[in-house]
């Protein structure tokens, strides 16, 4: 920690939420460091004013020497500076500050082949956050794990009643528990909350977590990235309900099928192939190509692309998933 009165030097990251949709499964590109420590980070890079006039520009150009990956779709999520975020020796005397970015790309053989020359690799962010995957259900780590921890976290101190009525309150809201609904774009609130409560590993490694023999939940990931993860997640989420953001996801033309399972993998949900049809044909996002796939394993399906034309129609033209 910087002792008081002392400067510290303030440096300017950039970190990367980089989402590509690969068999069906959302994907994080994540990065190994040549150490000891396993846990995955986020492609990062720091913000060289003398070469690049936009945090933007720095991070394309960075994303592209280290990986040779073009990105496509790009968004400024958060600034990230809360002090002891890295955890790095000798960090005294500095403080590093990250300006996180969701990145929508899509990949193919080539791209992976470079990413794995560059120490980087794709991970399911289901990995990272497996309480959010509700496309088969839901999922029994949530009532196997999470929950009884929550219960015995929102109990609290005896005499702690008035404390423990508002943790009550933030576990069923985060969770949707009693009355109130899962909402799926609460990603980061149910982070914030595991962390807050030491189910993650980054709370024990933070010093944050009370009881460090709870168990640890989904894959740690290095400094705050997790939390940064989560953050992109949500963002994404609602994203897609308010813009064609989805296409850029998906290759030029595509089956309704595909169309429908990158969907579901970003929100996490199941849906109903019919009512996601019907959606999509009331939004206007796509138009025939006049072209069929024939490899479905049945009858050939028609193939479509995004109607550009939506952009000029419509202020606000996306795919308004419902919640659960």
Same mark, same amino acid.
């Given at each position: 920690?910087?002792?008081?009165?002392?400067?510290?030097?303030?440096?300017?990251?950039?970190?990367?939420?980089?989402?590509?949709?690969?068999?069906?499964?959302?994907?994080?590109?994540?990065?190994?460091?040549a150490?000891?420590?396993?846990?995955?980070?986020?492609?990062?890079?720091?913000?060289?004013?003398?070469?690049?006039?936009?945090?933007?520009?720095?991070?394309?150009?960075?994303?592209?020497?280290?990986?040779?990956?073009?990105?496509?779709?790009?968004?400024?999520?958060?600034?990230?500076?809360?002090?002891?975020?890295?955890r790095?020796?000798?960090?005294?005397?500095?403080?590093?500050?990250?300006?996180?970015?969701?990145?929508?790309?899509?990949?193919?053989?080539?791209?992976?082949?470079?990413?794995?020359e560059?120490?980087?690799?794709?991970?399911?962010?289901?990995?990272?956050?497996p309480?959010?995957?509700?496309?088969?259900?839901?999922?029994?780590?949530?009532?196997?794990?999470?929950?009884?921890?929550?219960?015995?976290?929102? $109990?609290? @101190?005896? %005499?702690?009643? =008035?404390?423990a009525?508002?943790?009550?309150?933030?576990?069923?809201? /985060? &969770?949707? !528990?009693?009355?109130?609904?899962?909402?799926?774009?609460?990603?980061?609130?149910?982070?914030?909350?595991?962390?807050?409560?030491?189910?993650?590993?980054?709370?024990?490694?933070?010093?944050?977590?009370?009881?460090?023999?709870?168990?640890?939940?989904?894959?740690a990931?290095?400094?705050?990235?997790?939390?940064?993860?989560?953050?992109?997640? $949500?963002? @994404?989420? %609602?994203?897609? =309900?308010?813009?064609?953001?989805?296409?850029?996801?998906?290759?030029? /033309? &595509?089956? !309704?099928?595909?169309?429908?399972?990158?969907?579901?993998?970003?929100?996490?949900?199941?849906?109903?192939?019919?009512?996601?049809?019907?959606?999509?044909?009331?939004?206007?996002?796509?138009?025939?190509?006049?072209?069929t796939?024939?490899?479905?394993?049945?009858?050939?399906?028609?193939?479509?692309?995004?109607?550009?034309?939506?952009?000029?129609?419509?202020?606000?033209?996306?795919? =308004?998933?419902?919640?659960?």
């Open positions: 920690m910087p002792v008081e009165g002392q400067p510290v030097t303030v440096e300017i990251g950039l970190n990367a939420v980089i989402v590509a949709v690969v068999n069906r499964s959302p994907r994080i590109l994540a990065a190994s460091e150490d000891a420590d396993t846990r995955d980070s986020l492609p990062f890079g720091p913000f060289d004013p003398a070469h690049h006039r936009t945090f933007e520009a720095n991070l394309r150009a960075h994303v592209e020497k280290q990986t040779a990956l073009k990105l496509g779709y790009i968004e400024q999520l958060y600034t990230f500076g809360d002090r002891g975020r890295q790095l020796p000798g960090e005294e005397g500095k403080h590093m500050v990250s300006v996180g970015y969701l990145a929508l790309t899509r990949t193919d053989a080539e791209d992976n082949e470079r990413l794995a560059a120490g980087a690799h794709w991970r399911d962010w289901y990995g990272y956050l309480w959010e995957d509700w496309r088969q259900g839901r999922p029994a780590i949530l009532d196997q794990t999470i929950l009884p921890a929550l219960a015995r976290w929102e $109990a609290g @101190l005896p %005499g702690d009643e =008035k404390s009525v508002q943790r009550r309150s933030r576990v069923r809201l /985060a &969770f949707g !528990l009693d009355d109130f609904p899962w909402d799926e774009e609460r990603v980061l609130e149910r982070y914030e909350l595991l962390y807050e409560v030491g189910l993650v590993r980054e709370a024990v490694i933070d010093g944050h977590c009370r009881n460090p023999d709870n168990p640890a939940i989904g894959l990931m290095r400094h705050d990235h997790r939390r940064i993860v989560a953050t992109a997640v $949500a963002r @994404l989420r %609602g994203k897609i =309900k308010y813009r064609p953001v989805v296409f850029e996801l998906m290759p030029p /033309a &595509f089956t !309704l099928t595909d169309l429908q399972a990158t969907v579901e993998a970003i929100s996490g949900r199941h849906l109903h192939k019919q009512n996601f049809r019907r959606l999509v044909e009331g939004a206007e996002l796509v138009e025939p190509t006049g072209e796939l024939s490899s479905t394993g049945g009858r050939p399906a028609a193939l479509f692309r995004f109607r550009r034309q939506i952009l000029d129609e419509r202020p606000a033209p996306g795919l =308004k998933v419902g919640g659960r």
